[in-house]
């Protein structure tokens, strides 16, 4: 099938071609700015009316990370919880329950605005994937907040370690990178909808939708790059169609994050003493007080919003105007410097030897995987054996 988009400059016989889609639509561009206008004047409107321009300069550190987070947010599938989680953990020495409840409420915002950019620009997406992926994923975060999370704490916080859940979104990352740079060498990358849905491909989106719901519910993003992996790898889209179909059902599921976590479990809700410290989150007293620089969630959601609600959607035009060959080398580039600011800055990595060997390990595997499921994905999928349909092994 073919795309609307124009082909890679690199496939014409004219060399000239530029690299872009020209003929920019004033009219759509300003439609499209309208969005985050609006969003940004309601958020000007209740800080003030709320007495919270204070609150806002005391974390702007939160305005700074998303200012890079929120372009990620809308131009790949790794989604601002990528920058946030560890920016927030490493470098703010923010608790990681609170830094995954902060990725969540931010993304719900950042994302959606820019999935209604996609909408408003007609971009491709693979709706039967978003509605297998949605509920499977909301599964597997809900699962995974109370398998994996204990609901009584403040911040529902993790019964495992944050540098394993680190680790282990970042081994998929490296699985990503990798296929994208494998793709570079690929003269056919991949098709606008899946050619073949049978019940193995259900199954096997279900299964990657629910394990990226789990992993979400640790760093606050991961469904969409699980879903990513599997649309693009195993049944054959391509990667313009995968970009927007995974930050389409990131933003549904940090949505419900922002519901569960934020309002739900009462993590907006914070009371104060006369110190500026925390003392209750929700309905839970924090004995003893915390510190507000570290873990006022509120406070941060409020000091980032107006970076996302503008971020975001550029990042979503920046990948709509940009062709085959560089949208697949920005995909991977930015995979890759995730894993490598993972490895500089993830202390735990030097400290902790059983982490080592299991980032090393699974690094390993998840690399020797991407090759050996491009190779087999149609006897894995029960796709028929030839050229078509999708990507070639």
Not at 313 to 337: K, N
Request: glycine residues 10%; contains cysteine; charged residues 15%.
């Amino acid at each position: 099938m073919k795309r609307d988009e124009p082909q890679d400059a690199l496939s014409q016989t004219d060399a000239s071609v530029p690299d872009v889609v020209p003929g920019p639509n004033w009219r759509r561009i300003a439609l499209i700015c309208a969005l985050p206008a609006a969003v940004t004047l309601a958020w000007l409107i209740a800080v003030v009316v709320g007495d919270q321009l204070g609150r806002v300069a005391e974390h702007w550190e939160a305005t700074v990370t998303m200012i890079f987070g929120s372009f990620l947010a809308g131009s790949s599938p790794e989604g601002g919880g990528a920058v946030a989680f560890p920016i927030f953990t490493k470098v703010l020495e923010t608790p990681a329950a609170v830094a995954r409840t902060f990725s969540l409420s931010i993304q719900a915002v950042g994302m959606t605005v820019a999935s209604a950019v996609m909408l408003l620009t007609a971009r491709t997406i693979e709706w039967r994937a978003f509605l297998v992926a949605f509920p499977l994923g909301t599964a597997g975060f809900m699962a995974g907040l109370f398998v994996l999370g204990d609901p009584d704490t403040l911040f529902w916080d993790f019964r495992v370690s944050a540098a394993f859940a680190k680790v282990t979104f970042t081994i998929t990352l490296a699985a990503m990178a990798y296929l994208m740079f494998v793709m570079l060498r690929s003269p056919d990358k991949g098709e606008d909808r899946c050619p073949i849905w049978n019940r193995r491909v259900g199954f096997g989106l279900a299964g990657a939708a629910f394990i990226g719901g789990a992993i979400t519910s640790l760093t606050g993003t991961g469904v969409n790059v699980m879903l990513f992996l599997f649309i693009v790898l195993m049944a054959g889209l391509h990667p313009r169609v995968g970009v927007p179909t995974s930050i389409l059902t990131m933003a549904a599921l940090s949505i419900v994050g922002f519901i569960v976590l934020a309002l739900v479990h009462g993590q907006f809700d914070l009371g104060f003493n006369a110190a500026g410290e925390i003392i209750s989150v929700g309905d839970r007293v924090a004995d003893p007080p915390l510190d507000a620089s570290r873990t006022d969630v509120l406070g941060f959601w409020l000091a980032a919003v107006p970076v996302v609600v503008w971020g975001a959607p550029l990042g979503t035009w920046v990948v709509h105007v940009l062709r085959e060959r560089r949208l697949i080398m920005f995909v991977g580039l930015l995979a890759l410097i995730e894993v490598m600011t993972t490895v500089i800055f993830l202390d735990d990595l030097r400290s902790n030897r059983a982490l080592l060997a299991y980032f090393i390990g699974g690094l390993v595997l998840a690399l020797v995987g991407v090759r050996v499921l491009r190779r087999y994905r149609r006897e894995l999928l029960g796709f028929p054996p030839g050229p078509s349909p999708g990507l070639q092994p």
